[in-house]
């Protein structure tokens, strides 16, 4: 069915910023990055990207579909482990370049693949507190939401070096 979606070419800034028509603009790459929060409580799960299919997919299923840039594969989220992000709203910024999806995470909540509720799960100090820890990362999330051995097994990392 996703076939049949279209997305409407660019003609004008008028159209692209004040219009109805879903114009999404793909990076060189073919890629739209896409910001994912928990629809209610509002909390940054997830950065990613899509491609054209995956977009089209995503409205399709109404489930987070997204392209793997580290595998090149399209990713519904949640076909491993379960996790899926039910889609309740999905938002295109003004010149349509990124998209911000609101989902609900089935399957206990969890959205990183490294067991954490939100992929952000470390802060960086900045300012003044740079000079008393340097740059040490300080964990925000202390409990894996799951074993990430458990849920995918033997199955490759997608963090690349």
């Given amino acids: 069915m996703s076939e049949g979606i279209q997305f409407a070419a660019r003609t004008t800034v008028e159209q692209v910023e004040e219009g109805n028509e879903l114009a999404p603009k ?13 629809y209610t409580s509002g909390e940054l799960l997830m ?24 595998r090149q594969v399209l990713w519904h989220k949640g076909a491993t482990s379960g996790l899926v992000q039910k889609v309740k709203a999905l938002l295109i910024d003004d010149d349509q370049d990124t998209i911000w999806l609101r989902v609900d995470v089935m399957g206990g909540g969890a959205s990183c693949h490294v067991g954490y509720r939100s992929c952000f799960y470390r802060r960086v100090p900045v300012g003044e507190e740079t000079k008393e820890k340097g740059l040490a990362l300080e964990f925000t999330e202390t409990e894996k939401v799951f074993d990430p051995k458990d849920v995918y097994g033997d199955a490759p990392n997608p963090t690349k070096l």
């Fill in 47 to 70: 950065h990613a990207y899509m491609n054209e299919e995956a977009l089209k997919k995503t409205i399709e299923l109404g489930e987070a579909v997204y392209w793997s840039r580290s």
């Fill in 26 to 38: 793909f990076d060189q790459d073919g890629l739209i990055p896409v910001v994912t929060t928990d």
